[in-house]
C-alpha cells in the first residue's frame, strides 16, 4: 500500500480499541519473568556455553602480539576467538568501528578476543589469562581541543549547512543581540538490560536471539561482517529491555556469540558487562554550540544562526543539533552549520532524539536570554515567533502544527502567570524556587513497513512483523490496530514480533515505530478485509467488522466463517517514500514547565514539579503515551543536573564506565509529572492519523530545569550538567 494522499475517514476512526488507555498486554509476561529476554531462550537453545569478552586496554594503536594459550588450556574452555581464527570479516553498513579489533584498536574497550567455556566463571576466568601486548598511539580525545580541526560531515540524510537569506546582515543590523556557546557532555544510554546474546548454528545457518531495535538491519549487517547471504541469517528479539538508540544496530555482543558458537560448535551466549557498555558501544556525543539570535524590540525575530560540533571515530556521523533550529522559529535570516571533528573515543551514535535533544538544550537556554534581553516573558517570546511553514522552504506547510495552544494550555495549568520574572526573589525557607519553561519538538518521520495478519479456522488471528517492543508497547498498539480494523477482541488477537522471519517493519528508532508500524498493520488488515469480504459473498466497501462478524446492512456473519476452509492470510507493507512526507513537514510540538527548588547554601537542585503538553497526532494509547513522556522527563532531569561521561583525556576512555558513577536519576529525584496530550488527527501523517510521541517527551526538558535554575537563582549555567559546582560561588548570599 502505498499512502500518497491525506487519510480519509477509515475503520482507525471508530476509536473502539484504538485511543483508549489499554492495559499493556505484554505486562504479565514481564511482570512474571515469563518473557524471554536475549540471554534466557533456555528452552529454545539448551546446551548453551557461556562467553566472555576481552575489552581493548588501549584506545588507539596495535595489537603487536596476543597470547591466547593460557586461557585455551584453563579448564572448561572450549574456544577463544581473536581475528587472527574468526576467518575474514567485514563491517556492517551502520558500524563505524570493528566490531573485533585485530590488529588495528580503535577505541578503547573495543573487543578483542572472546573466551569460550562452559560456565560463565570458567570463561572470565580464562579471560584475564589472554595476554594482549599493545603498540600505543598517541590519540584526540578532546573535543575542545580539536574543534578547529572539525570539518563537514559527509553521507549525512541532512545538509551539514544552511543558508536562508543574508544572515551575517541580519543579525548585525538587528537592534538586539545574543551571541552564546553552550556545552552538552557526552552521555551514555544506560539502559537496565546490558546487550546481551545467544547464538547457534545449524549448518551454515545462524540464529541469533538478540537485544536490538532493528531486526533488519542487525540481520544485514551481521552477514555483512560474517561474509554469508542474509538468507543464513535469522535474528529474534521479541523482547527488549530498554534500548534508547544504542540497539538500534549490529553490536560486538551478537557477533561474538555467532563466532564463539562456531567455533566451540556449541550454542553460546554473550552479555556484554556494564563496563564495556559504557565504552565499547555507543553514546551520545558531547557538543559546543554557538547560537547567535537577532530581534527588532519588538521581539520579533530577524536573525538566527546555530553552529555545532561534535567528535566522532573517522567516518562517524555527526550530531545534528541544529535540526530543531531550522524549523521552530520564524526569522528571515538564518544558518546552520554541523562540523565533526575526529576522535578516538567510542563510537558517537544515536541516543534518544539525537539531534534534538542535546540542540534544545542549547536553543531553549538562548531563547530565554533573548526574552530577557528584550524584557519580554519567555512564553510570549515563543509565542510570537512561531511559524506555519518550513523557514526554510515557506512553500512547505507543517502537516499539522498545534505549538502555540502548546504553550498557552501549559501556562495555565501551570500557573505561569504568578511566576516572579526576576531571578532570585522567591524563598522558601534556604530554598530558592525557580519556574522555567522550554518548547519540545521533535520531528516525526515515517518508515516503511510490513507485516502478515492470519484469521485461523478458529477465528483467532495471529500478527507477524519484525517490529521490536523495547518497553515503549508495541505489542499492545498492533493488537488494538488489529482489533480495531476486524472487529476483534483483544483477547483473540496474538501478536508475535522481533523475529527477521516475519515482514521487515519500520523498527523501533527516531520517533518513527509506533505510527509506521501499525500503519504496516493497517494495511495487511486492509488485505485480510478484502480476502474475508471475498469469501463471505459481500463487498469489502460495504462491510463492517464488529464484535467478531462481518455485517452488512441487516445482515452478519461470523468472521471465523470466512476462514472454515482454511486459514487467510494477508501481507502488505506501507510506503511514504516520494509522498506527502516529502510535501509537509511531518513535526510534534509541545511545552514543557518546570518548577525547581535550589538550597541557597549548597547549589543543590530539587526539581518538584514537571508539566508537558504534547501535541503528537492521534494518540493510539493514552496511558502507553503517557509513559513515554514521563520517561524522557525524567531522562531530561538527568541531562540537566547528572549525567555526564568523564573523559580521561591521557588514556582516552569513559572513566565513569558503571551504574555506580554514571549518574542517572532514582525515584527520589523524580517529582510529580503531568502531561497533556491535545486533541489531534493528522491525516498528512499515516492512515493512523498518528505522530511518534518517544521521544518528544525529553527535548526540551533539560533546557526548561536550566531556566528554571536561573529563575531561582540569577545564575546563568551554559554547560551540562548544572553541577552545584557551577552554581555555589554565584548565589545569591542566603538570608
Known amino acids: 500500500?502505498?499512502?500518497?494522499?491525506?487519510?480519509?475517514?477509515?475503520?482507525?476512526?471508530?476509536?473502539?480499541?484504538?485511543?483508549?488507555?489499554?492495559?499493556?498486554?505484554?505486562?504479565?509476561?514481564?511482570?512474571?519473568?515469563?518473557?524471554?529476554?536475549?540471554?534466557?531462550?533456555?528452552?529454545?537453545?539448551?546446551?548453551?556455553?557461556?562467553?566472555?569478552?576481552?575489552?581493548?586496554?588501549?584506545?588507539?594503536?596495535?595489537?603487536?602480539?596476543?597470547?591466547?594459550?593460557?586461557?585455551?588450556?584453563?579448564?572448561?574452555?572450549?574456544?577463544v576467538v581473536t581475528a587472527e581464527n574468526a576467518g575474514k570479516l567485514g563491517k556492517g553498513d551502520m558500524n563505524t568501528a570493528h566490531l573485533l579489533a585485530g590488529?588495528?584498536?580503535?577505541?578503547?574497550?573495543?573487543?578483542?578476543?572472546?573466551?569460550?567455556?562452559?560456565?560463565?566463571?570458567q570463561a572470565r576466568a580464562a579471560a584475564h589469562l589472554v595476554k594482549v601486548n599493545y603498540t600505543a598511539q598517541k590519540g584526540r580525545f578532546d573535543l575542545e581541543a580539536e574543534k578547529g580541526n572539525a570539518v563537514k560531515p559527509t553521507g549525512e540524510q541532512d545538509p551539514p549547512d544552511t543558508k536562508t537569506g543574508n544572515f551575517?546582515?541580519?543579525?548585525?543590523?538587528?537592534?538586539?543581540?545574543?551571541?552564546?556557546?553552550?556545552?552538552?557532555?557526552?552521555?551514555?544510554?544506560?539502559?537496565?538490560?546490558?546487550?546481551?546474546?545467544?547464538?547457534?548454528?545449524?549448518?551454515?545457518?545462524?540464529?541469533?536471539?538478540?537485544?536490538?531495535?532493528?531486526?533488519?538491519?542487525?540481520?544485514?549487517?551481521?552477514?555483512?561482517?560474517?561474509?554469508?547471504p542474509k538468507e543464513k541469517v535469522r535474528v529474534v528479539s521479541p523482547y527488549v529491555g530498554g534500548g534508547f538508540g544504542s540497539k538500534l544496530f549490529l553490536r560486538a555482543d551478537a557477533l561474538l556469540a555467532a563466532l564463539g558458537a562456531r567455533a566451540a560448535k556449541r550454542p553460546v551466549k554473550v552479555s556484554l558487562h556494564r563496563h564495556l557498555i559504557f565504552n565499547n558501544t555507543t553514546h551520545r556525543p558531547a557538543t559546543i554550540q554557538r547560537i547567535r539570535i537577532g530581534a527588532g524590540r519588538d521581539g520579533r525575530i530577524m536573525a538566527i544562526g546555530h553552529e555545532t560540533w561534535n567528535g566522532n571515530l573517522p567516518k562517524g556521523s555527526a550530531e545534528t543539533a541544529t535540526g530543531q533550529t531550522r524549523l521552530l522559529y520564524a526569522g528571515a535570516d538564518r544558518m546552520t552549520t554541523t562540523r565533526v571533528a575526529e576522535l578516538d573515543l567510542p563510537e558517537g551514535n544515536a541516543m534518544r532524539a539525537p539531534g534534538e535533544a542535546p540542540g534544545m538544550m542549547a536553543l531553549e537556554i538562548a531563547m530565554d536570554e533573548m526574552a530577557e534581553k528584550l524584557n519580554m516573558d519567555p512564553v510570549q517570546f515563543r509565542i510570537l515567533n512561531d511559524t506555519k511553514v518550513d523557514p526554510e522552504k515557506p512553500i512547505r506547510k507543517f502537516s499539522e502544527r498545534r505549538y502555540i495552544e502548546c504553550m498557552r494550555m501549559g501556562a495555565d495549568k501551570f500557573g505561569w502567570a504568578k511566576r516572579n520574572a526576576k531571578p532570585g526573589q522567591v524563598r522558601e525557607g534556604?530554598?530558592?524556587?525557580?519556574?522555567?519553561?522550554?518548547?519540545?519538538?521533535?520531528?516525526?518521520?515515517?518508515?516503511?513497513?510490513?507485516?502478515?495478519?492470519?484469521?485461523?479456522?478458529?477465528?483467532?488471528?495471529?500478527?507477524?512483523?519484525?517490529?521490536?517492543?523495547?518497553?515503549?508497547?508495541?505489542?499492545?498498539?498492533?493488537?488494538?490496530?488489529?482489533a480495531e480494523m476486524l472487529g476483534v477482541p483483544l483477547d483473540r488477537i496474538d501478536v508475535r514480533l522481533g523475529d527477521s522471519d516475519f515482514p521487515a517493519s519500520a523498527g523501533s528508532g527516531g520517533q518513527w515505530g509506533a505510527n509506521s508500524s501499525t500503519s504496516g498493520v493497517y494495511a495487511a488488515c486492509v488485505k485480510l478485509r478484502e480476502q474475508i469480504a471475498a469469501k463471505l459473498g459481500v463487498k469489502e466497501a460495504d462491510a463492517e467488522f464488529v464484535d467478531g462478524t462481518v455485517r452488512v446492512g441487516g445482515n452478519s456473519q461470523p468472521l471465523a466463517k470466512a476462514a472454515a476452509g482454511g486459514e487467510l492470510v494477508g501481507e502488505d507493507t506501507i510506503e511514504f517514500?516520494?509522498?506527502?512526507?516529502?510535501?509537509?513537514?511531518?513535526?510534534?510540538?509541545?511545552?514543557?514547565?518546570?518548577?525547581?527548588?535550589?538550597?541557597?547554601?549548597?547549589?543543590?537542585?530539587?526539581?518538584?514539579?514537571?508539566?508537558?503538553?504534547?501535541?503528537?497526532?492521534?494518540?493510539?494509547?493514552?496511558?502507553?503515551a503517557r509513559?513515554?513522556?514521563?520517561?524522557?522527563?525524567?531522562?531530561?532531569?538527568?541531562?540537566?543536573?547528572?549525567?555526564?561521561?568523564?573523559?580521561?583525556?591521557?588514556?582516552?576512555?569513559?572513566?565513569?564506565?558503571?551504574?555506580?558513577?554514571?549518574?542517572?536519576?532514582v525515584h527520589a529525584d523524580v517529582p510529580h509529572q503531568e502531561v497533556i496530550f491535545l486533541k489531534e488527527e493528522d491525516e498528512i501523517a499515516s492512515p493512523m492519523k498518528a505522530k511518534g510521541i518517544g521521544e518528544l517527551g525529553l527535548c526540551g526538558v533539560a533546557a526548561a530545569v536550566a531556566n528554571a535554575i536561573y529563575n531561582a537563582t540569577g545564575v546563568r549555567v551554559r554547560e551540562y550538567p548544572i553541577t552545584l559546582d557551577k552554581l555555589i560561588e554565584k548565589m545569591p548570599l542566603s538570608v
Open 1 to 79: 500500500m502505498k499512502f500518497l494522499t491525506p487519510a480519509t475517514t477509515n475503520p482507525i476512526d471508530r476509536m473502539r480499541y484504538v485511543g483508549q488507555p489499554t492495559n499493556r498486554i505484554d505486562g504479565k509476561f514481564k511482570t512474571t519473568g515469563t518473557a524471554p529476554y536475549a540471554y534466557e531462550h533456555h528452552k529454545e537453545v539448551p546446551n548453551a556455553a557461556q562467553g566472555f569478552v576481552v575489552g581493548a586496554g588501549i584506545a588507539k594503536g596495535r595489537i603487536a602480539s596476543i597470547d591466547i594459550e593460557a586461557a585455551r588450556r584453563a579448564p572448561g574452555v572450549l574456544a
Open 430 to 482: 534556604r530554598w530558592l524556587i525557580g519556574h522555567g519553561v522550554a518548547s519540545a519538538f521533535r520531528n516525526s518521520p515515517v518508515m516503511k513497513s510490513g507485516a502478515r495478519v492470519k484469521l485461523g479456522t478458529d477465528g483467532r488471528v495471529t500478527v507477524e512483523t519484525d517490529m521490536t517492543d523495547i518497553g515503549t508497547g508495541s505489542y499492545t498498539i498492533i493488537a488494538q490496530t488489529t
Open 103 to 121: 590488529p588495528n584498536i580503535q577505541h578503547y574497550h573495543q573487543a578483542v578476543a572472546l573466551v569460550v567455556a562452559e560456565t560463565f566463571e
Open 627 to 665: 509513559s513515554q513522556v514521563i520517561g524522557g522527563m525524567t531522562m531530561g532531569i538527568g541531562g540537566a543536573l547528572m549525567e555526564h561521561l568523564v573523559v580521561d583525556k591521557r588514556l582516552g576512555f569513559f572513566a565513569n564506565h558503571d551504574m555506580a558513577t554514571y549518574e542517572v536519576p
Open 577 to 624: 517514500s516520494g509522498g506527502l512526507d516529502k510535501k509537509n513537514q511531518l513535526s510534534t510540538f509541545g511545552a514543557h514547565f518546570v518548577e525547581v527548588a535550589v538550597d541557597s547554601v549548597t547549589g543543590e537542585t530539587r526539581v518538584r514539579r514537571m508539566l508537558a503538553v504534547c501535541a503528537a497526532g492521534r494518540i493510539l494509547n493514552p496511558m502507553q
Open 168 to 228: 551575517a546582515r541580519g543579525f548585525e543590523t538587528s537592534p538586539v543581540k545574543l551571541d552564546a556557546t553552550y556545552h552538552t557532555p557526552d552521555q551514555s544510554h544506560a539502559m537496565m538490560e546490558p546487550h546481551a546474546s545467544t547464538a547457534f548454528w545449524e549448518g551454515d545457518k545462524v540464529t541469533v536471539y538478540t537485544s536490538n531495535q532493528m531486526i533488519a538491519w542487525c540481520r544485514s549487517d551481521l552477514a555483512k561482517t560474517l561474509a554469508i
